[in-house]
Nanobody, 128 residues
Framework: QVQLQESGPGLVEPAQTLSLTCTVS??????????WSWIRQSPGKGLEWMGA???????WYRPSLKSRTSISRDTSKNQVTLQLTFVTPEDTAVYYC????????????????????WGQGTHVTVSS
């Protein structure tokens, strides 16, 4: 059974870049037809899909976050990384990585049901 584990700093200063890593075990990130997403949930708000990378390394992003978001992968380490630039306190959230068998960009990407596996999440606070 695939397992996902997020890691990264819990505190980031405003205007800096947030970098998080999702380490996948029990399955390879290059397996056909799987998509690996970053999703966040701010206090009092619903899930917000940020973007995804697929089994070929192609990426998709939420239009409203595209200018600040970059998702990449390291196949040798079986990891997917997220970078979010110029963070503000509004980027404070629990950040999750998740897997889906459909391209989230063309489905209900903010719905929990779109994804079949989740990491436990990592809380990130943006504050000086």
């Amino acid at each position: 059974q695939v397992q996902l584990q997020e890691s990264g700093p819990g505190l980031v200063e405003p205007a800096q870049t947030l970098s998080l890593t999702c380490t996948v075990s029990g399955g390879t990130i290059t397996l056909y037809y799987y998509y690996w997403s970053w999703i966040r949930q701010s206090p009092g708000k619903g899930l917000e899909w940020m973007g995804a990378v697929d089994y070929n390394g192609k990426t998709w992003y939420r239009p409203s976050l595209k200018s600040r978001t970059s998702i990449s992968r390291d196949t040798s380490k079986n990891q997917v990384t997220l970078q979010l630039t110029f963070v503000t306190p509004e980027d404070t959230a629990v950040y999750y990585c998740a897997r889906s068998s459909q391209n989230p960009y063309y489905t209900d990407y903010d719905s929990r049901r779109t994804y079949d596996s989740w990491g436990q999440g990592t809380h990130v606070t943006v504050s000086s």
